[in-house]
C-alpha cells in the first residue's frame, strides 16, 4: 500500500501536538498528565475534522428540511368530546361462546374488545353509524355481535373521539384500536398472536368510514395505517360529498318548484321559508303531495337511483323529514370543513324516468340556482386524512355492500356512485353489491347482515366470489322483484323461489 504525504496537513498536526505537549508540561497552567490527554485527543479530532470538511473540496451540509406548514384549523378542532367510562363495560351474550370482554379509553376514545375462548385468529372492527353532535361519544356493539364470536372472530369498536359527521376520526380511530389489539389483550393478562386478518364492517357513518379505511388514500394518508383483508360497508355513504350535494340539489328543487327560488347560499330565512315551501309541496308532510310535489318526488326519486321498489314507501317516511332537516345550512357539513363543500354543477334534475331532457325540464335546470364546491373545501392535508375522506373505490381486497332501496336519507344511488368509480378504476372485480327490499335507513334483518359477512369472507378465504345484484342498469333496478335476492323471506312482497 502507498502512503502520500501531506505536508500541510502534516505541519498542522504537529503543531497540535506541540501545544498539547507545552499544556502537559505546565505551559498551559494546568496539571495532570490526564488533561495531557484530552488535549491531545481534541486537537487531533479537531484537525481532521476540518481535513474532511468544505475546505477539503467536499461540498457543505444541506440545510435542514423545512418544518411542514401546520395546518389550518375548523370549528371540530375545537370542539371538546369526552367518554363516559361507566358505560364501557358490557356482558356476555346468553348462550354464547365463552369470550373475554374488555373495555377502556385508548387516545380519547372508549372502546370494547370481545375475544372468544375459541378465538379463530382474525379480527373484525366494526364501525359504528353518526352519533350525533352531542359531548359525549359512546361505543356500539356490531350488529352481527352473536355471529362473530360464534364464529369465533375477535372484535372491537371505538367511540371515535369525536362526534358530528366526522369520518376522518373515525377511521384512524379504529385503525389505531386495531392496531392496539395485541397490546390490549396483554394488559388484561392473555397472550394473542397479531391478528392472521383484520376485517372492518360498518353501518351508516360507520359504513362511509369502512369504505374509506380499505381505499388506497387511507393507505397513504392516515396516521394510522392498517391493511384490512375485506369490508363490509352497509347503508354506507358510498359517495361521501356527493350526498352533500344531493341534500343540498333538493333544497333547491323544492324551493324552485314553490316558487320561493334560491338565489344565494346558504339561505339566511329558511326558517321562514320552510313552511311556505312545505305546504306548496304537501298536503300533509311527507307522505301526501300536492301537483308541484309529486314534480319534487320525481326529481329526488332520479336523484336518489331511479326507478325502484320500495320508493314511493321511503319517500312517505320519517326519512324524508331527516333530508328536510338538512336545509337551511352552509356547506361546510356543520363546521367540518371550513369552506363551502356542496357541488351541484353536475346535477340534472329530471320530472321523469326518460333522461332525455324536455321542454320544461331544461328550463328547470337553466333556471337551478347551482353550488360550486370550494376547491380547497376538501383537499387533501398535510397531517392525515382528508377532513372529509373519500371512498374513491381505490380498493384491492373484497368489498360486500348492502344498501336498502327505500332510503331517501343515505340513498341506494351511493351504490351506483361507487359502482362508476369502480368501473372507472378498473377495480370492479372486487365489489360485489347487494340490494335490499327495506323501507327506511340502515333497514335490515340480522340474517341479511350476516350472509353479507359470511359473503365475503368467504370470498376472502377460499376465493369464492359471491353474487350481487345489478345496480347501474335502470330497467333492471326498476322490476318489481329488484332486491328479492339477498333480502329475508320474512319481509314479503317477493315472488316465491
Wanted: some cysteine.
Amino acid at each position: 500500500m502507498k502512503f502520500h504525504r501531506h505536508p500541510g496537513r502534516r505541519a498542522t498536526v504537529l503543531s497540535l501536538i506541540a501545544a498539547a505537549t507545552l499544556a502537559a508540561c505546565g505551559g498551559g497552567g494546568g496539571d495532570s498528565s490526564g488533561a495531557s490527554a484530552a488535549a491531545l485527543a481534541a486537537a487531533i479530532a479537531a484537525q481532521q475534522a476540518g481535513a474532511g470538511g468544505a475546505g477539503a473540496g467536499n461540498p457543505p451540509a444541506p440545510p435542514p428540511p423545512a418544518a411542514p406548514q401546520p395546518e389550518e384549523t375548523r370549528a371540530q378542532d375545537s370542539r371538546q368530546f369526552t367518554v363516559d367510562e361507566t358505560k364501557l363495560p358490557f356482558a356476555a351474550l346468553s348462550g354464547a361462546p365463552d369470550t373475554d370482554r374488555w373495555w377502556g379509553v385508548l387516545e380519547g376514545a372508549g372502546y370494547r374488545v370481545e375475544v372468544p375462548k375459541n378465538w379463530n385468529g382474525m379480527l373484525v372492527m366494526y364501525a359504528h353509524g353518526y352519533g350525533g353532535t352531542g359531548p359525549v361519544v359512546s361505543v356500539s356493539d356490531p350488529t352481527i355481535r352473536a355471529h362473530l364470536i360464534a364464529q369465533g372472530y375477535a372484535w372491537a369498536a371505538s367511540s371515535y373521539t369525536k362526534n358530528y359527521y366526522d369520518v376522518r376520526a373515525g377511521v384512524e380511530d379504529t385503525n389505531a384500536l386495531a392496531l392496539a389489539f395485541q397490546r390490549i389483550a396483554s394488559q388484561n393478562g392473555r397472550t394473542l398472536d397479531a391478528p392472521r386478518k383484520t376485517y372492518i364492517v360498518g353501518q351508516s357513518l360507520g359504513g362511509h368510514v369502512a369504505a374509506a379505511a380499505v381505499d388506497a388514500e387511507a393507505l397513504e394518508t392516515a396516521n394510522h395505517k392498517v391493511r384490512y383483508a375485506g369490508a363490509v360497508p352497509m347503508c354506507g355513504v358510498l359517495g361521501d360529498i356527493e350526498l352533500y350535494n344531493y341534500f343540498g340539489a333538493s333544497q333547491i328543487a323544492a324551493q324552485q318548484l314553490a316558487g320561493l327560488p334560491v338565489t344565494g347560499w346558504p339561505v339566511s330565512n329558511w326558517n321562514d321559508l320552510l313552511p311556505v315551501v312545505r305546504n306548496a309541496l304537501f298536503t300533509r308532510f311527507p307522505s301526501a303531495t300536492t301537483a308541484q310535489g309529486e314534480k319534487y318526488k320525481a326529481i329526488v326519486k332520479n336523484l336518489t337511483g331511479g326507478e325502484r321498489p320500495m320508493f314511493d314507501a321511503g319517500f312517505a317516511g320519517s326519512m324524508n323529514a331527516t333530508v328536510w332537516g338538512t336545509f337551511g345550512r352552509d356547506g361546510t357539513i356543520n363546521g367540518i370543513l371550513n369552506r363551502d363543500g356542496y357541488d351541484t354543477t353536475g346535477i340534472v334534475y329530471q320530472l321523469d324516468n326518460d333522461p332525455a331532457q324536455n321542454a320544461e325540464e331544461i328550463t328547470f335546470n337553466q333556471g337551478a340556482y347551482r353550488l360550486h364546491a370550494d376547491p380547497e373545501s376538501n383537499r387533501l392535508r398535510r397531517d392525515g386524512l382528508r377532513w372529509f375522506p373519500k371512498s374513491n373505490a381505490r380498493i384491492d381486497v373484497p368489498v360486500v355492500t348492502i344498501h336498502t332501496l327505500g332510503d331517501v336519507y343515505v340513498p341506494f344511488s351511493m351504490e351506483q356512485i361507487y359502482k362508476r368509480r369502480a368501473d372507472a378504476l378498473g377495480t370492479s372485480k372486487w365489489l360485489v353489491q347487494r340490494a335490499i327490499r327495506g323501507i327506511s335507513h340502515c333497514d335490515f334483518t340480522t340474517e341479511e347482515q350476516t350472509q353479507a359477512f359470511d359473503a365475503m369472507t368467504n370470498w376472502e378465504q377460499n376465493g369464492v366470489k359471491p353474487a350481487g345484484d345489478e345496480v347501474l342498469d335502470a330497467a333492471t333496478v326498476a322490476r318489481a322483484d329488484y332486491g328479492c335476492k339477498f333480502s329475508s323471506a320474512s319481509r314479503g312482497g317477493c315472488p316465491a323461489p
